[in-house]
Nanobody, 118 residues
């Protein structure tokens, strides 16, 4: 099994920045791509950003140019640098990892709250 623990959420004013971290532990070699999802009140769970094992990123259109995902494989950690935050970025952010040995097997963190005030 793989465990994911997020940190770095909080309350910030619009235009501010936050950096989320997600530390993985357990059977690390099973981890393939990693990513961040968010769940906003009244909205669907959505992918914010993802990064392959080799470091290639992918972003939702709504965060392109503002958010940066990165990955440190030596530390088994993925980061999400969020700049120019907007109130619509508010939500619970979840770290996600795909299992590279078992199809459709995913791991999830417990979530961290991000609140952007206007």
């Amino acid at each position: 099994q793989v465990q994911l623990v997020e940190s770095g959420g909080g309350l910030v004013q619009a235009g501010g920045s936050l950096r989320l971290s997600c530390a993985a532990s357990g059977v690390i070699f099973r981890i393939n791509a990693m990513g961040w999802y968010r769940q906003a009140p009244g909205k669907q769970h959505e992918l914010v950003a993802a990064i392959t094992r080799g470091g290639s990123p992918n972003y939702a259109d709504s965060v392109k140019g503002r958010f940066t995902i990165s990955r440190d494989n030596a530390k088994n950690t993925v980061y999400l640098q969020m700049n120019s935050l907007k109130p619509e970025d508010t939500g619970v952010y979840y770290c996600n990892a795909d299992d590279r040995l078992t199809a459709r097997l995913e791991y999830w963190g417990q979530g961290t709250q991000v609140t952007v005030s206007s």
